[in-house]
């Protein structure tokens, strides 16, 4: 077999830890064992594959699916499982080196899930569509986000795009001045959550990246809109990231949580800042106060409020 060509590490001071790198190699070894053994599955036993899925969707109300009548598909589907196999197997050899590979195993994934998906709702409500497509959207997004987190953080910090989402988050967060004025309180806000987030390491700023990410396709994905967050007037900014903070979905609650506590603790801190917020110096501390008071009550829940500030 053909070498693939490793990708340099990137610079000495931005390198991938170690802990991560020996998990994905498991994640993927994980992977191609999975993979390889579907594919034989499927090639010795593609009736009994089928009529397994319809017997787990006949308990939830799906009508089977037929046997196909011939073999040339199942021919292109266990090709389709030797490729994944092999991605799989040299990204587990190589994972920060080769993180190029996830990139084709996340996109046959989203395309085997996106058609599962279209067959679904267009032509026959089988479950082995439904099936296909929640087990290859999830293994999609695994392969496209270790590969966003294996991405050497630039020198500076975050990338120039993930810099842009956390700007236009920050304009949001300070109180409106003048547009020079707003600019220049939230650049500093962006470089001081940088610098803090630069002292955990490359792979909480990596993490960090692809939260940002996420929080900028948020209107595409939640909102059918067909702006990012980053492109979007401040207002319509304003209405995504409260929908956020009110959402069911927990991975969005926290998304934007996490945003507004970096920011607010660095936004706190300043005094002109707490003025303009009419937040006199003993708010916070009030508050922890009197959450250290209902910790030794016993009580639990989020954290009272303090009092009214004159």
């Given at each position: 077999m053909t070498?693939?060509?490793?990708?340099?590490?990137?610079?000495?001071?931005?390198?991938?830890?170690?802990v991560l790198a020996a998990a994905l190699a498991m994640i993927y070894r994980v992977l191609a064992w999975t993979f390889?053994?579907?594919?034989?599955?499927?090639?010795?036993?593609?009736?009994?594959?089928?009529?397994?899925?319809?017997?787990?969707?006949?308990?939830?109300g799906f009508p089977p699916a037929p046997h196909l009548a011939h073999r040339f598909w199942l021919s292109l589907g266990v090709a389709y499982m030797a490729v994944v196999t092999a991605l799989a197997a040299l990204i587990a050899r190589a994972p920060i080196e080769r993180r190029l590979l996830m990139v084709p195993l996340a996109l046959g994934k989203a395309t085997s899930s996106l058609t599962c998906l279209w067959f679904f709702l267009a032509y026959d409500r089988y479950f082995v569509y439904l099936a296909n497509f929640l087990v290859d959207a999830s293994?999609?997004?695994?392969?496209?986000?270790?590969?966003?987190?294996?991405?050497?953080?630039?020198?500076?910090?975050?990338?120039?795009?993930?810099?842009?989402v956390l700007l236009v988050v920050a304009e949001t967060f300070v109180p409106a001045r003048s547009p020079q004025a707003t600019l220049a309180d939230a650049q500093k806000l962006i470089e001081a959550v940088e610098a803090q987030?630069?002292?955990?390491?490359?792979l909480v700023l990596s993490g960090f990246g692809v939260l940002l990410t996420f929080v900028d396709w948020n209107p595409r994905l939640f909102h059918a809109r067909r702006s990012l967050l980053s492109e979007m007037a401040i207002s319509d900014r304003v209405a995504v990231l409260e929908a956020m903070e009110r959402s069911r979905w927990l991975l969005r609650r926290q998304a934007a949580h996490v945003l507004k506590l970096l920011l607010g603790l660095h936004a706190y801190s300043a005094p002109a800042f707490r003025r303009e917020l009419h937040v006199d110096d003993d708010w916070l501390p009030s508050r922890l106060r009197l959450a250290a008071d209902r910790r030794a009550r016993g009580e639990k829940g989020p954290y009272p409020h303090p009092l009214p500030v004159e």
């Open positions: 070498e693939i060509p490793d990708q340099p590490a990137g610079n000495p001071g931005n390198e991938v830890p170690a390889g053994l579907v594919g034989l599955l499927f090639f010795l036993f593609p009736d009994g594959t089928v009529d397994a899925l319809n017997a787990s969707g006949r308990w939830l293994l999609a997004l695994l392969a496209w986000l270790t590969y966003a987190a294996t991405a050497p953080a630039p020198p500076g910090g975050l990338s120039t795009r993930a810099r842009r987030l630069r002292e955990r390491g490359s």
